[in-house]
């Protein structure tokens, strides 16, 4: 299989180009896809054009890699539940704008259908496009506003999260199914060049969404949230979502909130998400109840996580600290893995996640599409030369090879996943 290239004529319309075959990129190279690579669009997924960039292609005739001069280039989004293993290939013109926050994977054309280069990691529905009716979403939310007229965060989670923005979690919280968000705390430690609540107005790029601007309390956090764990199918409750900062810094709160919930109610887990900047307070909240902790990374090597994250009186160490406590109270550890192909399956970076998963007994990587502009997140952490990798599948196959407990996936599990993680979820 061989796809066509796909080009924008900067008017939302996209078409092939029969003289050039699709392309991938890993890191700064344009490179072939192998045909296996290759995966319908999924369900959910769109196009993008992308403005003053020009698509990078093989020329039929010579087998050449050459640039696409009709149009702009074409790159796809990718739904929850699949992971790329290409980006689009392009080359930028001096001035281009900063593409935003999304996730730019490599498309084409083939017998008259848009593929793209992935891999569907995850079996879970839960974020389904076709498993959302607005109009239930809608219903959930009204029932819920009359039922908790009072509380902040389940309006915030209504106005903001479901019905503005309409993220997943949120719009499941309001379906009344598993798992459902805890925004927690307005701070941060960690100042993201990729964070998507929060921007300096002399960036480039725009936060996608607004922050919570308030401290929700124990109560708040309660009451809304033992009801969930009581009453939906597979029910998680999770502090860290991506309208807030870091959770940690409200650990007081959480701990008093996972104290409470565990009074009224055994169902159920509770998890949190977090860049596990706070070791002690991790441990508070393991002894307090809690199951599960996710720890974003955009890399386990040190000098490119402190790149991208510019920690706050933290360290990297720390972070795999966060994760070795977790082993210690026997809780579930997993990875929010940033995956930049070219990056995530480095030579240096495979090794470096070898060690962190003999370390921290890992038990799951959730193999997360980098949202961010590839050109502008490599010149920002300083990066001109990637080195060599040795690409995003055969990365996640050694480590099944070597690690045969570790799973993978795209979502936290619940507690019936943890206790018995279906093989077929994995990879």
């Known amino acids: 299989m061989q796809p066509y290239l796909l080009y924008s004529d900067g008017k ?13 990129r890993s890191g700064w190279d344009a490179l072939p896809v192998a045909p296996e690579d290759w995966i319908l669009l999924p369900d959910g997924g769109n196009l993008y054009e992308l403005p003053q960039r020009a698509g ?20 796809a989004f990718i739904p929850p539940a699949h992971t790329g293993l290409h980006l689009a290939a392009y080359e ?44 239930l979403v809608k219903e959930g939310v009204s029932h819920l506003l009359t039922d908790y007229p009072h509380n902040r965060l389940v309006k915030h989670i209504a106005e903001n999260c479901a019905l503005t923005y309409h993220c997943p979690a949120a719009r499941n919280y309001f379906l009344g199914r598993w798992e459902c968000p805890i925004p927690a705390s307005p701070a941060c430690n960690a100042n993201c060049l990729g964070c998507i609540s929060f921007q300096p107005e002399e960036e480039t790029i725009l936060a996608a969404q607004d922050r919570l601007s308030f401290k929700p309390t124990v109560a708040e956090i309660v009451e809304y949230t033992v009801p969930h764990l009581e009453s939906a199918p597979f029910p998680i409750v999770s502090f ?20 409470e919930m565990r009074k009224h109610t055994a169902k159920g887990s509770i998890n949190i998400n977090t860049n596990g900047s706070k ?66 399956d480095s030579v240096a970076e495979y090794e470096a996640l070898r060690r962190v998963i003999a370390d921290t007994n890992l038990r ?15 010149g920002k952490i300083g990066v001109t030369d990637t080195g060599e990798f040795i690409g995003i599948r055969q990365m996640m196959d050694l480590l099944q090879e070597e690690f045969p407990k570790l799973k993978f996936g795209y979502y936290n599990p619940p507690i019936e996943r943890m206790v018995n993680f279906d093989s077929d979820f994995a990879h």
């Not at 593409?99 to 891999?119: D, E, K, M, R, S």
């Not at 799951?364 to 490599?378: A, E, G, S, T, V």
């Open 12 to 24: 939302g319309n996209i078409f092939e180009d029969t003289s050039l075959y699709a392309v991938g």
């Open 56 to 75: 990078i292609g093989i020329d039929v005739v010579t087998g050449e890699l050459r640039l696409c001069d009709k149009g702009w280039a074409v790159a």
């Open 92 to 135: 930028t013109q001096a001035g281009a704008e900063t593409l935003p926050l999304h996730c730019y994977t490599a498309a084409g054309w083939y017998q008259n259908q848009f593929y793209v280069t992935a891999i569907r990691i995850e079996k879970d529905i839960r974020q389904e496009a076709k498993g959302y009716d607005e109009g």
């Open 240 to 259: 860290g979502q991506g309208c807030e900062g870091e959770p940690l810094l409200m650990g007081e709160v959480l701990r008093e909130s996972i104290i």
């Open 279 to 344: 070791p002690e307070v991790v441990e508070q909240l393991f002894k307090a109840g809690l199951d599960s902790i996710r720890v974003s990374l955009n890399s386990v090597q040190k000098e490119i996580y402190t790149r991208y994250y510019l920690p706050n009186n933290y360290q990297f160490e720390e972070v795999i600290e966060s994760l070795k406590i977790a082993d210690k109270y026997k809780g579930w550890s997993s990875l929010n893995y940033f995956t930049f192909p070219g990056m995530t």
């Open 364 to 378: 799951m990587i959730q193999w997360r599409n980098f949202n961010i502009d590839p050109d502008w997140y490599l």
